[in-house]
């Protein structure tokens, strides 16, 4: 299937879906569509989101006015919250999920990276996006510091493979590495 021709709100409708029961706050909804952009890049609809460098990593105003819309089609309920940031996103029983037809890597990304952030802390996923994305923290508002998030990816890690997932520690060892020496830095945590 080519994902140029979908819709990209039928991308972030199977976003919202893969959380759930799960409380999935708008934040983790922008982040994980960030994610799915860049993995995806040159793949996605012609429309798809494009992300700013914003106050906490990368940012597209779109994302929240489609999710308004499936909101409005009954397709999503949104929960509001006493601050924007607390909004919570939920799929709903009567939508169109049957008919969206995305590729089977592009579900198992998904569902995958809605699993890697919805236990994660607002600053816990910002740390992790300023990580693998230096290039969003230019405008940041927050205070990033490279080897917690270092540390938290590795606990993260090791959680994962607690919890029966595929990745060993050499495994989690490796893109560790890899992050740091791709920024040109050594680390002792994984040296």
């Known amino acids: 299937m080519n994902l140029k021709m979908m819709n990209r709100s039928d991308i972030l409708l199977a976003i919202i879906a893969a959380a759930g029961e799960r409380n999935f ?106 990580l693998l994305f230096p290039e969003y923290r230019e405008n940041s508002r927050f205070h990033y510091e490279e080897e917690q998030a270092l540390a938290e990816s590795f606990v993260r890690g090791m959680r994962q493979l607690r919890d029966g997932k595929t990745y060993s520690t050499a495994e989690v060892l490796a893109e560790l590495r890899k992050g740091t020496a791709s920024h040109g830095e050594e680390n002792s945590l994984v040296s």
């Not at 489609?66 to 996103?89: P, V, W």
């Not at 169109?96 to 236990?119: F, H, N, S």
Request: with cysteine; charged share 30%.
């Open 25 to 130: 706050s708008r934040v983790y909804v922008q982040k994980v569509v960030f994610l799915v952009s860049e993995e995806y890049k040159g793949k996605l609809p012609e429309d798809f989101y494009e992300f700013d460098k914003h106050h906490y990593g990368p940012f597209s105003s779109e994302v929240y006015r489609d999710a308004e819309m499936l909101n409005d089609l009954g397709c999503i309920s949104i929960k509001y919250g006493a601050d924007r940031r607390d909004d919570l996103y939920m799929i709903e029983q009567d939508c169109y999920l049957d008919d969206i037809q995305l590729p089977a890597d592009l579900k198992r990304y998904i569902a995958d990276t809605v699993d890697w952030v919805i236990d994660m802390s607002f600053a816990e996923l910002v740390r992790a996006i300023y």
